[in-house]
């Protein structure tokens, strides 16, 4: 049905107006951001399709702008950049939470900040997010792509970019494509060889997050960096 047919007050835009945007679900949500749909198929319907797809708001939220592209009503470039915008204001938005307090006061967020950068990512990317003595943000950097190995991953790039920002303390991070967020043995044997060297520059290494569609796993709270 499309929503001039609907009652005044079970329509998104007025629902939101009338009682705040916490009493709209998340198909009400994204559908104000759609504003239309497709011949044959209403902007509440879109919004349920791009929902069940991509795994809910956060597997949305995560997903790239290639593929969206591929979904048919997104094939535009207006409403693929109102996503991409809605995506790159949550990435700010946490960001500036991270730099305001420290990454141990807000563990998930710390999460949710990796997962939008790096789960919708199709090939394996390490990066390192860089905390000042307060354990607040400094800056995340991507620095190594493609298979993750301790050969691939340079210990020297990592402490020159922690000494380039003053760093106290980093955390690192990288995602799995194939969806498990198990750390391997190379892993761990990644993170011990990053401490090590990070140690030599007075560095603290406060967690290492591996990320994948729609969930991240922290492999401090599992007890693999001590």
Known sequence: ?????????ARPREKLLARGASALSDVELLALLLRTGLAGKSVLHLAQELLDTFGGIAGLLSTGADDLKRIKGLGGPAKRAELIA???????ALAQQL???SAFESPGAVKDYLKLHLSSRAHEVF?????NCQ?????MEEMFRGT???????PREVVLRA?????SAVILAHNHPSGSVEPSRA???LTKTLKSALALVDVRVLDHVIVAPGKALSMAEEGHVM
């Not at 354990?135 to 800056?139: K, Q, T, V």
């Open 135 to 139: 354990n607040r943000l400094i800056a």
């Open 163 to 167: 000494l380039h920002h003053n760093a």
């Open 1 to 9: 049905m499309p929503l001039k047919d609907l009652p005044p007050d």
């Open 127 to 131: 990066a390192v997010v860089f905390l």
């Open 86 to 92: 809605v995506l790159e204001l949550s990435r700010r």
């Open 187 to 189: 892993d761990e044997s």
């Open 148 to 154: 993750l190995t301790q050969t691939s991953v340079y």
């Open 99 to 101: 730099s305001e307090r």
